[in-house]
């Protein structure tokens, strides 16, 4: 693989961790951590880590941003008709998913054989309603308590399925427009859909969660995280790895600023620090640490299995919200996340292996066929 392309799974690795601590960090405190918003987290919990951590949302964003980049980049060295791309993107994502379905219902059922499972430090069981959702996957878009159908995580599925149908549209945007002018029509499209669903909501009696749920898996209001990726992506494919560890200092310093007025009448402007903050300080720690022995090559690892990592995780962490509420007590800390991020890694490398075999392999043959290629790599999940 090219240096570049190991950046970028590097970079979509790094994003992963980063939900993952911030997913650890909501099952230890026995809260629903989901919505914290980064100044709050620094007056109730102080250090700039713990700070990093409970702003994990948005390594979400970030890896959409990564992985609008490494599609850009993709696309333009083989270019193919949009039918053909959204068969691809289906056997990428419809076998994993429907695999971790069975999995997390079968945990689930054996977890509530010994206790309570457990999942944000609250009960989960999931009904026959939530099993319909699952099935059908848009069923997710039904309703709030329908996004926690079996596996809970795999609202993401729904969200970067939508992206993955606007994809062609935002490329030709990006030919006909240039990189800026997708970059600001993706920025307003966001900031609108925004608005509109907070109004919609506001004359509704719904809890804060809700409309955290409406923001995070409509594709419109994460539109600009991922168009901003494809925008991108000619520049980012120009840098060299030292260009890139420069943008550490001043991508942070957007990054605080832009969490520090997230909302309110500034949401463009603080969307757009954000992201492009979260994007360059990422860029920049995922050249660092791509160099370390161990450590980059485990993130690129989690880059490229980001799929199976992000559907998989739920069943760690009803094992781990189970135990916890059987009396043990888990604390916060690395040793913890060390753990949880081995659990994790293990058992998503067991799914994808699982993937290979049988029916499931012939299914996703249509990502498997030249696979190996780079430019064909570096446009996984």
């Known amino acids: 693989m090219t240096r570049r392309l190991s950046w970028l799974d590097t970079l979509r690795g790094l994003a992963m961790v980063w939900i993952l601590a911030y997913h650890l960090h909501a099952d230890t405190a026995g809260v629903q951590a989901m919505g914290s918003s980064l100044v709050t987290g620094a007056h109730s919990m102080g250090g700039l880590g713990r700070l990093v951590v409970q702003a994990g949302y948005q390594g979400v964003g970030l890896f959409l941003f990564a992985s609008g980049a490494a599609l850009a980049m993709a696309h333009a060295r083989r270019s193919e008709p949009p039918l053909a791309f959204y068969?691809?993107?289906?056997?990428?994502?419809?076998?994993?998913?429907?695999?971790?379905?069975?999995?997390?219902?079968?945990?689930?059922?054996?977890?509530?054989?010994?206790?309570?499972?457990m999942l944000d430090g609250v009960p989960y069981h999931p009904g026959p309603a939530s099993l319909v959702a699952a099935v059908t996957?848009?069923?997710?878009?039904?309703?709030?308590?329908?996004?926690?159908?079996?596996?809970?995580?795999?609202?993401?599925?729904?969200?970067?399925?939508?992206?993955?149908?606007?994809?062609?549209?935002?490329?030709?945007?990006?030919?006909?427009?240039?990189?800026?002018?997708?970059?600001?029509?993706?920025?307003?499209?966001?900031?609108?859909?925004?608005?509109?669903?907070?109004?919609?909501?506001?004359?509704?009696?719904h809890r804060p969660q809700d409309e955290t749920y409406w923001l995070s898996i409509l594709a419109p209001a994460r539109l600009f995280e991922f168009a901003a990726g494809v925008a991108a992506a000619p520049w980012l494919a120009r840098l060299s790895p030292r260009s890139l560890a420069w943008l550490a200092a001043p991508g942070l310093v957007a990054w605080l600023a832009g969490s520090a007025m997230e909302g309110g009448a500034l949401s463009p402007v603080s969307t757009s620090l954000i992201v492009a903050g979260a994007a360059a300080a990422g860029a920049s720690v995922a050249t660092l640490v791509g160099a370390v022995p161990l450590v980059g090559p485990g993130l690129r690892w989690v880059g490229r299995r980001s799929l199976e990592v992000f559907l998989v995780q739920d069943v760690v962490r009803l094992a781990l919200g189970t135990w916890i509420d059987s009396g043990h007590r888990v604390a916060w800390g690395p040793g913890s996340f060390a753990v949880f991020l081995v659990a994790v890694?293990?058992?998503?490398?067991?799914?994808?292996?699982?993937?290979?075999?049988?029916?499931?392999?012939?299914?996703?043959?249509?990502?498997?066929?030249?696979?190996?290629?780079?430019?064909?790599?570096?446009?996984?999940?």
């Open 137 to 205: 996957l848009v069923g997710r878009l039904w309703s709030v308590p329908l996004s926690q159908s079996p596996p809970p995580s795999a609202w993401f599925v729904v969200l970067i399925a939508q992206l993955y149908l606007l994809f062609p549209l935002l490329w030709r945007a990006r030919l006909r427009l240039g990189g800026a002018g997708l970059a600001v029509v993706a920025l307003a499209v966001t900031v609108v859909s925004r608005e509109s669903v907070h109004l919609v909501l506001a004359g509704l009696v």
């Open 87 to 117: 068969r691809r993107r289906a056997a990428r994502l419809l076998p994993p998913y429907y695999l971790a379905v069975a999995l997390t219902v079968a945990a689930t059922w054996a977890l509530a054989t010994w206790s309570r499972p």
């Open 345 to 381: 890694a293990a058992l998503a490398a067991g799914f994808a292996r699982t993937l290979r075999w049988g029916w499931l392999g012939r299914l996703s043959a249509g990502v498997a066929v030249g696979d190996r290629h780079p430019a064909v790599l570096a446009e996984r999940l």
